[in-house]
């Protein structure tokens, strides 16, 4: 039996979206009267139209009720432990304490320096500090979990202290375990909780929130020819899939963010069909994350080597992602896209 999908597209912002919500010509996107949109795209494995939502009622009955369904979660207002997505987006920092992570690799590693890039994430607006010991850039190498351990501890205990929203980027369940006495706040696995078996039963025992990411392969071996049927369409059903068995492990809560993985077993064409038709993923009903920051596809378009040169970049792309309603943006440079979000939301309501 054909699947169908639904995508919510052209969007509105700012104070065009409130006044076209207010003469109902377009619907407010997760309950956000400052992101509408009045269109949605039907998808299939075959085939795409585009509807204006006022044409919704005159399609087949099977296809109406569909798209009904799926624009219930579309635009039913996303609730999370200790978010707030009134103000979108999020921005979540990065502190990788690790020697080899691609773009800031060995420079977090002490504990003064990673005191100093906590500081600076908090003064410069980070709203969630995702903190990690272990590399998953392309090829990167397993770590033992003693060696990952030993690299964060200290600075989840300054983390405790500042008292702020902190993710626990990790894909095994023994730093899960140790960590959550230290209050984290958020599991983000970019296995997928693929990679050690055992990470689902702590989400359940602790009713966790977490990320659901996803990733082709291992990160030695994600990038060695990714392949896909149709990236956007197989990753809908991942998450499907990922969902379904979580709840029949008895996870019932609903605070769970999708990432489908920027740079995670995609090549350039991947990772720009994601980031354009983002919205798609809005019908799954969860928050969206989006890892842009200084990627390899900003290089591979701009052809800029350097990672640290690449914010321009990361930039634009943040803005296009706003632009399709994404509520996280995990990102490096968070003084730069803080402040290009200001203008940005200023402008708009000019």
């Not at 990065?94 to 690799?105: A, I, K, M």
């Not at 300054?158 to 899960?176: A, E």
């Not at 920027?262 to 799954?284: A, D, E, P, R, V």
């Not at 490096?332 to 896209?337: F, G, L, Q, S, Y």
């Amino acid at each position: 039996m054909e699947k169908y999908y639904t995508r919510a597209c052209n969007f509105y912002y700012g104070s065009i979206s409130k006044e076209k919500i207010k003469k109902k010509l377009s619907l407010p996107l997760n309950g956000n009267n400052l992101i509408s949109f009045d269109c949605i795209e039907l998808i299939t494995r075959k085939s795409k139209k585009l509807f204006h939502i006022k044409k919704i009622n005159s399609l087949p009955k099977k296809i109406k009720n569909k798209i009904i369904l799926d624009l219930k979660n579309i635009t039913k207002k996303k609730f999370f432990l200790n978010l707030n997505f009134n103000n979108l987006p999020l921005l979540m920092g990065v502190l990788n304490v690790t020697p080899d992570s691609f773009s800031d690799g060995g420079e977090f590693l002490s504990e003064k320096s990673a005191h100093k890039r906590i500081n600076k994430l908090i003064n410069d607006g980070a709203n969630i500090i995702d903190i990690g010991g272990e590399s998953t850039r392309p090829q990167a190498q397993e770590v033992r979990d003693i060696d990952e351990w030993n690299r964060i501890k200290s600075k989840l205990s300054i983390l405790r202290k500042k008292k702020c929203f902190v993710s626990l980027d990790t894909r095994k369940s023994s730093i899960m375990e140790k960590s959550l006495s230290y209050s984290i706040n958020l599991i983000n696995d970019v296995s997928g909780f693929d990679y050690d078996s055992k990470t689902i039963n702590v989400l359940k025992k602790h009713n966790t929130p977490f990320v659901l990411h996803h990733m082709q392969g291992t990160p030695k071996t994600m990038q060695q020819k990714p392949t896909y049927k149709n990236v956007l369409l197989d990753i809908y059903d991942f998450f499907e899939e990922k969902l379904n068995l979580i709840r029949s492990k008895k996870i019932k809560h609903n605070n769970i963010i999708l990432d489908p993985g920027i740079g995670f077993g995609k090549n350039l064409k991947h990772n720009i069909t994601l980031i354009s038709q983002i919205s798609i993923f809005h019908s799954l009903g969860f928050p969206l994350l989006l890892g842009l920051s200084r990627k390899r596809f900003i290089k591979d378009l701009s052809g800029n080597n350097d990672s640290k040169e690449r914010i321009g970049g990361t930039i634009s792309s943040c803005l296009y992602s706003v632009l399709q309603g994404v509520q996280i943006l995990r990102v490096h440079d968070i003084n730069e896209i803080n402040q290009a979000l200001k203008i940005f939301k200023k402008l708009q309501f000019n």
